[in-house]
Every structure is written in C-alpha cells, then in structure tokens.
C-alpha cells in the first residue's frame, strides 16, 4: 500500500476515534457540567502563578487527568517546589467537529479570565500549554506583550502544533471549526504563518520550553518532533506518551511532570524568606503624562489607575474612513478600529503584521486594486491588507477619506480600564486636537486635547521613508 493511502487511512481511522473519544467525554462531563475557570490554590501574598492553557477537545479536568485519577494541578500542590505558588486552571469550550471561537478569540477570551480573576496582576506569570492551548496563549502575548510578556516567567509548551498538523489539513476537509483550519500545515499566507512572523518581529525574551510525543494517537503522530520545536529557545524534552496523555501524568515522578518541574527550577529565582528580605518601600504613584492629561481628568471613572508611564511612539498613523477611524501604532503592533456608530460595533483590535509590500502604500495601485470610486479614497497600509485577506469582515469600513503619518509625536498610556492616545487631528488641515481613549469594555472616547496644537500631519506614502533629516516633534 503506497505511504499516501496508509497515512489517509490512519488519519480517518484516527479522526473516528477522536470522534468516539469526544463523544465519550461530553456524555461523561456534559459542557453545563463542565468546571469553569478557576483558581485550584489562590493567596493573596503570592505574586507567582502556573496558568494551565488546554488544547482542541479539552477543558479544564480531563485534559490535566490521568487513568489513576491524578489531576496535574493537585500534584504540584502537595510538591514543595511550588509552595507559595498560585495555581489557575483555564477553560474554554472547544470542539473538533462543532462550532468554536477561533485561535485569536480565544486569545480575547484568555485575557478576559486573566484580567478579572487577577491572575494578570501577579509579578511573575508561568504558562503551561497543551496542543492548541500554546498557540491562544502565543496569540495572547502578542496582544498584550506591553503588560505581560516582561512578566512572563516562562511557557512550557507540551506538543504544541507550531508549524501546524497533517491531522488538522485531514480533519479540516469535514469541520468548518476555525482552529482546524488555523492549524493546517503552515503556510506563508496562512495562520500559522503570520503568527510566527508576530512571534519573532516582537523578539521577546520569553523562555520557551518544549515537549513532544514519541507514541502515535490511534496509529498517527499528531504533533511532528519539528512542529512542536519549532520557536523553543530552551531546551526539548521527548515523552514517551501519545499526544493524550502527555499531559496526565500520574504521579509526580512521571516525565512531563518532571520535565515542567525542571524547567521551574531553572527559570524562577528561588524565594527569599520574608524575614531575610528587605523592608518594602512605599511605591511611588505612576504620573499621568501632561499630553495625555486632559484625557484623564475627563475618563477618570472609566480608565481607573495608570498601569504603566507613558511611552512616545517612533512611528504612528490616524486614518478616517466612511464608517470608522483608524489608529496604529507601531510598538504596539495593533491595528485599532474604532468605529462611529458604536451601538452596531465595537472597537476592533487587530493585530498587524507590518507589510512590506510597497503596493499597499501605493494610491494610484490600491485605485485600480480595490476599483475605488471618484472623491474617495482606497484602504491603505495594514487595513488594505487586512480587506484582501478577509474583505467581509473589513469592507464595511467604507473608503478613506484621509491619513496622517507621525514621527516621535504620538504619546500612548496604559490604565487598569484601557489605554489612551493622542494628540491626533480633527481634520488634517486644522491644529486642533483631540485624545482618544479605548476602553477594555470595547467602547471608545474622545476629548479635545491640550492648548498645544496637533503635531504636523504628514502624508507619507512610503512605509519606510527616510527620517534622518526630519526635525523632532515636540517631547
């Protein structure tokens, strides 16, 4: 039998019993039954917490259980090496063949838990991942890097499909659920693809550390040795265990228990005795920037405390279009949508992967790209691509009406309820300006700025232009 035939062969057979199998454990534990996100140990003196991040078909119990009953969050309670040590169990609902929120909604979701549990506030994050739970908690990072990824300690990724799965590319040809398809063998065009350009463009100096399965699920490797390396920056450890039970070990001893052990050592600092550690000094209150000031006396109630100084942006970039105004900012490495009728929609915060492509800068190529009509103007930069990759969900933007460009001119800063821009224009031939706040709720606000005037707005087609000869905006 040729290798092709055996490989779909054992794929269907193995897709059935995937099938069997999740049939089996919702008639087991039926989603209304399901536990939901929760703390399994929580102290108000810890500032370490261990996230667990389960993949496609999981949840929060079976996912981390063994055949002896051993739940993984339990264990490392009763292991001395993770005294003191907050332990949080995420749960979403996920399906191979039913409905499902995709990767970055996922992501959305995540923070959401984190956010309001107070695990997000910790001073040092550990993430244990398994499968599809490596590539939310990815997403996650990159959305949020600005107040996470520092305080990330590290993530364990337990057979996480970074290049994607032959199994996925199969099982996609049945299931339209949106992680199948996001997990197809990567592509340059695909998921996949960008989020390891985002991964890697953001350089963060999170240590990344990897397991992969040495015994096949139902007669096929889920998880190839090179897709579940793929982006480590530590060591990779080898389980004797299928893509299931890689994660259920059964007593403390068992590899993967080990393995997530060994890497908790050797990434977060041993903890000082309190009766040897130094008095704590008083923290000093974090200042609103005078810039974004005015913002702040306004949203106050809405924004809550300053989470972080100001940071002044090198590169930014305000667009209005017939529906919508655009924000992007470079370090953030958002796209922020805010629309004008907010009762329809909320903000859109979507991630950019920065193009490249000198044609998306181009108005007379974007014309005839988008058959944009007189008086109007087309998508431009990130939101034209954007609208080629998924024109349903960007095309009710409209078209654009005009953009600004600025350099070391934007101020950003971020609160407990969101995050506050500014100064932007009213219109590009007028000084006056306003600030922009978006909330986490998913509205957005807006208030006239300082006396100053609005910094120069710069029309600059070129994604790349030559700054060295540009004077500074004000500081």
Not at 60 to 86: C, R, V
Not at 272 to 290: D, R, S
Request: proline share 7%; aromatic share 12%; charged share 20%.
């Amino acid at each position: 039998m040729p290798n092709s035939i055996r490989f779909g062969f054992s794929c269907f057979l193995m897709l059935a019993a995937l099938c069997c199998w999740t049939d089996r454990q919702s008639k087991a534990q039926r989603p209304q039954e399901l536990q939901p996100s929760r703390f399994i140990r929580h102290s108000e003196t810890s500032d370490t917490v261990v996230v667990f991040v389960h993949g496609i078909s999981g949840d929060s119990t079976t996912t981390w259980t063994s055949q002896n009953g051993a739940y993984w969050p339990e264990l490392m309670t009763k292991d001395k090496t993770f005294d003191g040590i907050d332990i949080y169990i995420y749960q979403y609902q996920t399906s191979i063949l039913g409905r499902a929120l995709s990767i970055d909604e996922l992501a959305e979701n995540l923070r959401l838990f984190l956010d309001t549990s107070g695990v997000a506030s910790h001073k040092r994050i550990i993430f244990l991942t398994h499968s599809m739970g490596g590539l939310v908690t990815r997403a996650y990072i990159l959305k949020y890097q600005r107040r996470i990824a520092e305080r990330t300690a590290f993530i364990y990724f337990f057979s996480t499909p970074t290049t994607g799965s032959e199994l996925a590319s199969l099982t996609r040809l049945i299931s339209r659920n949106p992680h199948l398809g996001q997990m197809q063998v990567m592509t340059s065009e695909g998921y996949l693809g960008n989020l390891q350009r985002q991964w890697l463009d953001a350089d963060l100096s999170i240590p990344s550390y990897c397991a992969y399965e040495r015994r096949a699920t139902f007669g096929v490797q889920v998880v190839t040795q090179a897709s579940a390396s793929n982006l480590c920056t530590k060591r990779l450890d080898p389980i004797d265990a299928d893509h299931i039970t890689i994660v259920k070990p059964s007593t403390e001893n068992d590899t993967s228990y080990l393995a997530f052990k060994s890497a908790f050592l050797e990434a977060v600092p041993k903890v000082v005795v309190k009766e040897l550690a130094p008095p704590v000094q008083p923290v000093q209150a974090i200042e609103i920037h005078p810039t974004l000031k005015p913002a702040y006396d306004r949203f106050s109630s809405q924004l809550g405390k300053p989470r972080a100084l100001a940071q002044l942006s090198d590169d930014a970039y305000q667009a209005e279009y017939d529906r919508a105004h655009i924000v992007w900012i470079k370090p953030l490495l958002t796209i922020y949508v805010l629309p004008f009728n907010q009762q329809q929609r909320k903000v859109i915060q979507q991630p950019d992967v920065w193009t490249r492509n000198p044609d998306l800068f181009d108005d007379n190529k974007l014309r005839r790209m988008f058959k944009t009509p007189q008086g109007k103007f087309p998508p431009h930069g990130g939101v034209a691509n954007m609208w080629l990759k998924d024109p349903d969900n960007w095309k009710w933007l409209g078209w654009r009406s005009w953009y600004c460009r600025f350099f070391d001119e934007i101020f950003y800063q971020d609160f407990d309820g969101g995050i506050v821009f500014g100064p932007f224009h009213t219109l590009p031939t007028q000084t006056d300006s306003e600030l922009l706040a978006v909330l986490n709720d998913g509205s957005w606000l807006k208030t006239k700025g300082a006396a100053s005037p609005a910094p120069e707005c710069r029309q600059i087609p070129d994604p790349f232009p030559n700054r060295s000869g540009r004077t500074s905006g004000p500081k």
